[in-house]
């Protein structure tokens, strides 16, 4: 698969639109940090409240206190992921339509598909607590392994090296497995947007379809942005790649897809058609 087409198209998307789409993109981290600053004054707020005003006896008060706060970081999270699928729903439209907008975009997303974008978000947290609990326990037991083994009166210093980089290789190894794994349900939103399907486990499989045989592919492809993702640290390349890494997804999920439709009409007949020539 040629990757560096890939980027090119996305770039293609980006022209005369940049600084927009970088608003666009940035407006989930803005969202979350204003939400944790709000929840941070909310904890002290609500520790100084006195609820015996309320007639609440301090023992309700406390779990009163909690509830409350829970609620908040549950509602941020909320508002968290929808300001991301916003932001994922208009990167896909303006990959197929170079003059949407992003009040637009919102309106061709309805309540039924933003509910099965929330399910289908849930679902994938479950899966890759999962795929980590496997990928990530040969870590742990070796990790579980050397705690053991340090309180023991058997201790080694070259036995505990030895066990602190096996952990460490597997650790690495789990990490990479996960990361390659997660890889197949990539393609949840734009399944979403495109057939506007509402069953969160037929998304989870159309995007293992599309993703079958390409997952280290997709894998490596993210990773050619990492060297780009650190240049962010001087905050100024920022500007250019949180766009430009947002809009390759979607253009890659276009060639995935459009590559798909292009082998089956290759394999349909080729009919000619034989004229015969009229005398003069």
Not at 47 to 58: A, C, G, N, R
Not at 205 to 215: A, D, H
Request: hydrophobic share 45%.
């Amino acid at each position: 698969m040629n990757t560096s087409y890939i980027k090119l198209n996305a770039k293609k998307h980006l022209v005369k639109c940049h600084f927009k789409c970088f608003l666009v993109s940035i407006l989930p981290y803005v969202t979350i940090v204003l939400l944790g600053v709000l929840n941070y004054y909310l904890y002290f707020m609500l520790k100084d409240i006195d609820f015996s005003f309320f007639y609440l006896k301090p023992s309700y008060a406390v779990y009163l206190r909690a509830t409350l706060f829970t609620l908040s970081i549950c509602l941020s999270l909320i508002l968290w992921r929808v300001t991301n699928i916003f932001t994922n729903n208009y990167y896909y439209l303006k990959s197929r339509k170079g003059d949407i907008t992003y009040f637009s975009s919102i309106k061709h997303l309805s309540f039924k598909n933003f509910c099965t974008l929330l399910t289908t978000d849930i679902l994938k947290l479950y899966l890759s607590v999962a795929w980590g609990a496997l990928y990530f326990a040969p870590c742990v037991s070796v990790v579980a392994t050397l705690y053991y083994y340090w309180n023991s009166d058997e201790f080694s210093r070259n036995i505990a090296l030895i066990l602190v980089i096996s952990a460490f290789i597997l650790f690495l190894i789990g990490s990479f497995f996960l990361f390659v794994t997660l890889k197949r349900y990539s393609m949840c939103y734009p399944i979403v947007c495109e057939t506007d399907e509402k069953d969160s486990l037929i998304i989870l499989q159309k995007s293992i379809e599309i993703m079958n045989g390409k997952c280290l592919n997709f894998a490596f492809y993210n990773i050619s942005f990492w060297g780009w993702v650190l240049s962010c640290f001087l905050v100024l390349p920022i500007f250019y790649v949180l766009p430009y890494k947002q809009m390759s997804k979607y253009s890659y999920y276009n060639f995935a897809t459009r590559k798909k439709v292009q082998e089956e009409t290759q394999q349909k007949p080729i009919v000619f058609y034989i004229q015969r020539r009229k005398e003069v």
